[in-house]
């Protein structure tokens, strides 16, 4: 049954956004917007002017995902211990030391008025839902409320600048890591003359910060469709009839950690002592009994940036460039509005948007992919000088200025007709190659390995000379295992010969095995935990192949056995282990690998990266003969710009973490089948598809 409710718009009539409309008990038409809820919980919001869309989407936010959301807001405050306790005192240091809020609220004051009040209806759509639905959200998180465009900001800020660019961990010692896949097919490499684009970003299925939300934002004279991560106001991976971008992870160096040497109580830079500049703030930590303690966190900074003491002792300064360009939400917004090519590449010429691969294609035939990012300008040194632990006691290593758009790798409508990126380094975003590492400076981006699954998704585009948009899709869910091309036939021959029983069994279910991943596959649990044991847990080190990833062969190495009688040896305490562990040799993946979310439990499928398998998921731990997603797949789209365009997807955690909501499971059954949505882009198709209507 539809249900349709008007919405109060007190405050943004107050702020002279939005005009007050009579209330009517069935109104027959929206004052100034709607949101039309499809049967998989997708918002598709139209409204009457940018502010209105902005405020549907805040509205939509706070019913799918409040309860992240709101969390997310107040940790960006850094007032999250005040709201949760002292479990997030930490999350609280990291962000007052480095003056998240305050700089957020300077950065909002610089937007421009119309965007200023975008950002307003954002935050007032999520006070306005939990005005009318108290009961649906958790009472902790509603200590947060209200909520203001400077807490939206201030998320952004902490999301983009101090998870993205400048994770804690990296400063305070640890890894940071995430992944995703993307390709855009030019027209003369489509079947069917149309260009092609996939957006399909691997990340984290616990509800967080980089949880995906897919929307449909419609208004006078744009539309956006697709996903971005909870509690952002614009949509990160987007697409509508003319055009469309997508996001991958670069690990782009926009941030130095420096290493202090501390000497009567200051450090030392270029010979002399200086003393750090102090100061203090004060945040509150609620208490077990409700009660609130104030506690007080001394800030020391250096001429580098906020200074941070380690577990291992060092003392440890960040310095994140970008800190003086506000507005990458509204290059975000502005991206997705853009009506030609030529439009685009003037707002990402902003450099506004601190890191990420951005690829881009339009129905004009034009794709593009760009080692985006705020890159700071070094007089030398390589990726792995700069991503580690760099010497602060000189003047030599401060850096003070930036690279130019013009600066940054890319690739504009290759030869080739394609281009991709797995979070590899650029100088494969097509094959054959359209730039060398060697005409950039080595800290721009590693010149290699490349990673299998880089070389599978390589692979998959260059391979064929013509894509039709199914085959487009089907290529998407390869769980081909490009690993055990390289090394499987020849550890079968080794092994051929064996006479130890474990090493026999084995072999024949591996000469059995289609090598994939899929749900029914028999043996690729025993070649898993055989790989592990010769590439690494990570299945990353090259060490045992026979031939080393080579930068002239860059997608078809490495391969073979370095010691073949290793390797069977290998073999023999894989099939002991994986017996162990999953009661026989050809056990059914699915059978281990579970997609399971609340009372909904299916066959998995997909695999590690690293192993060379482009459908991505990343495994839990073996508990109780059963592993579930960790990260992974999660939002897909696939579109081709025909008339009308053509666009399949999938949110493969569902589209509402809420407890309660029957859109937090209902796509895994369309991931363990590896089929897609088709994603209703028209108002039509909407209405066919209803599930129900929220005027205001």
């Known amino acids: 049954m539809q249900r349709r409710t008007v919405l109060a718009l007190a405050a943004l009539v107050g702020a002279g956004v939005l005009p007050l409309a009579p209330a009517q008990a069935q109104p027959q038409a929206p004052a100034r917007g709607e949101i039309l809820w ?10 009457k002017d940018e502010a209105a869309v902005f405020y549907g989407f805040g509205y939509a936010t706070a019913q799918n995902h409040g309860d992240v959301v709101l969390k997310l807001y107040g940790q960006a405050r850094g007032r999250a211990a005040e709201y ?30 119309a965007f200023r009040a975008n950002l307003d209806a954002f935050a007032e759509g999520m006070n306005a839902y939990a005005r009318a639905h108290p009961d649906k959200l958790d009472p902790a998180v509603r200590r947060v409320l209200p909520v203001s465009g400077v807490d939206v900001m201030a998320h952004a800020h902490k999301l983009m600048n101090f998870q993205y660019v400048a994770p804690a961990q990296r400063t305070l010692g640890g890894n940071a890591d995430a992944g995703s896949n993307a390709w855009a097919v030019m027209p003369k490499k489509s079947a069917s003359g149309n260009t092609l684009l996939l957006a399909n970003p691997h990340l984290p299925w616990a509800p967080s910060q980089l949880t995906y939300f897919e929307a449909d934002l ?34 782009i160096l926009g941030a130095t950690n420096y290493e202090l040497k501390l000497a009567d109580g200051g450090y030392v830079f270029d010979g002399q002592v200086r003393p750090f500049t102090t100061r203090t703030k004060t945040y509150k930590v609620r208490q077990p009994d409700g009660g609130l303690k104030t506690e007080t966190l001394e800030i020391r900074s250096s001429v580098h940036g906020p200074v941070f003491a380690r577990a291992d002792g060092k003392t440890v300064a960040v310095r994140v460039a970008g800190l003086d360009r506000p507005g990458g939400l509204r290059q975000y917004w502005d991206m997705g509005k853009s009506k030609s090519f030529a439009e685009y590449q003037s707002v990402m010429k902003r450099l506004q948007v601190p890191s990420f691969n951005i690829v881009y294609a339009d129905r004009e035939g034009h794709i593009q992919y760009l080692l985006n990012g705020i890159l700071p300008k070094h007089p030398d040194g390589d990726v792995r000088y700069w991503s580690g632990l760099v010497p602060g006691d000189t003047s030599k290593t401060l850096w003070t200025e930036i690279h130019a758009y013009e600066d940054l790798p890319k690739v504009v409508d290759p030869a080739t007709g394609y281009v991709q990126n797995t979070n590899d380094p650029p100088w494969v975003s097509t094959w054959p190659q359209a730039i060398q590492a060697k005409d950039y400076p080595a800290y721009v981006a590693s010149p290699g390995p490349m990673s299998l699954r880089a070389q599978h998704s390589s692979h998959l585009m260059a391979d064929p000379p013509k894509i039709t948009f199914d085959d487009f899709v089907r290529r998407k869910t390869s769980t081909h295992v490009l690993m055990a091309d390289r090394v499987l036939d020849d550890l079968l021959a080794a092994a051929a010969g064996s006479a130890d029983a474990d090493v026999r069994e084995a072999v ?27 590439a690494g847990p990570n299945f990353l080190s090259d060490a045992n192949y026979a031939v080393r990833w080579d930068a002239a062969r860059p997608i078809d190495t490495p391969s073979g056995l370095k010691d073949p009688a290793a390797a069977v040896e290998m073999l023999k305490a894989a099939a002991v282990e994986a017996r162990a562990q999953y009661g026989a040799l050809d056990r059914p993946f699915g059978e281990v690998s579970r997609f399971n979310l609340g009372s909904v ?68 059954e369309h991931l363990s089948k590896k089929t897609y949505r088709t994603l209703w882009t028209t108002r039509g198709e909407v209405e066919r598809n209803l599930e129900s209507r929220v005027a205001y």
């Open 38 to 47: 499809d049967s998989y919980g997708v918002p598709h919001i139209y409204g």
């Open 84 to 113: 949760f306790g002292a479990s997030e005192v930490e999350s609280d240091k990291w962000v007052l030391a480095n003056d998240v809020y305050e700089r957020a609220a300077e950065w909002y004051r610089k937007e421009p008025a």
């Open 218 to 251: 419609n208004g006078p004279g744009f539309k956006m469709y697709g996903a971005t991560q909870v509690g952002l106001p614009v949509l990160r991976f987007a697409f509508n009839e003319r055009m469309g971008f997508t996001n991958t992870v670069n690990n």
């Open 508 to 534: 024949a279910v591996l000469k059995a095995w289609d090598r994939t991943v899929d749900g029914g596959a028999r043996g690729a649990l025993l070649f898993e935990t055989w790989a592990r044991k010769f």
């Open 601 to 668: 439990d299916l066959p998995g499928n997909g695999g590690f990266g690293n192993m060379g398998v482009f459908n991505v998921i990343t495994w839990s731990p073996l508990k109780d003969g059963r592993r579930t997603p960790v990260h992974g797949e999660t939002w897909v789209s696939m579109v081709e710009f025909s008339t009308p365009i053509k666009a399949r997807g999938l949110m493969s955690y569902g589209n509402s973490t809420q407890p309660g909501s029957p859109h937090r499971s209902d796509q895994l």
